[in-house]
């Protein structure tokens, strides 16, 4: 069985078992983390799709490590002769798919 969820404004196709980074999301290492916007539900049956979820389905995740990426630099070249260089490290969540139901 698989899942399309959404979070942190992406959607993500998921099955059991599979591990994810997502968007920072609120918890501890070890804790379970429910996912109610299930978009579609797929599997040995026909799929059921939501407009805009499915009702009653939900996905149940285990937080595995709050960390950050790799930093990502900007660099920018003005004519004049003058350049900048800035960059940031994106927070996230990384996720184990436990269970999913509908």
């Not at 630099?73 to 996230?92: A, D, M, N, V």
């Given at each position: 069985?698989?899942?399309?969820?959404?979070?942190?404004?992406?959607?993500?196709?998921?099955?059991?078992?599979?591990?994810?980074?997502?968007?920072?999301?609120?918890?501890?290492?070890?804790?379970?983390?429910?996912?109610?916007?299930?978009?579609?539900?797929?599997g040995s049956d026909s799929p059921k799709v939501g407009q805009p979820t499915v009702s009653g389905a939900r996905v149940?995740?285990?937080?595995?490590?709050?960390?950050?990426?790799?930093?990502?630099?900007?660099?920018?070249?003005?004519?004049?002769?003058?350049?900048?260089?800035?960059?940031?490290?994106?927070?996230?969540?990384?996720?184990?798919?436990?269970?999913?139901?509908?």
């Open positions: 069985m698989y899942a399309v969820i959404r979070t942190g404004g992406k959607q993500y196709r998921v099955a059991e078992g599979d591990v994810l980074r997502i968007e920072k999301v609120a918890g501890n290492v070890g804790a379970e983390v429910t996912f109610n916007d299930v978009l579609m539900l797929g149940v995740g285990k937080i595995l490590a709050q960390d950050k990426h790799r930093k990502v630099l900007h660099f920018r070249k003005e004519k004049e002769g003058w350049t900048r260089r800035r960059g940031h490290r994106q927070p996230y969540t990384e996720v184990k798919v436990t269970s999913i139901s509908g």
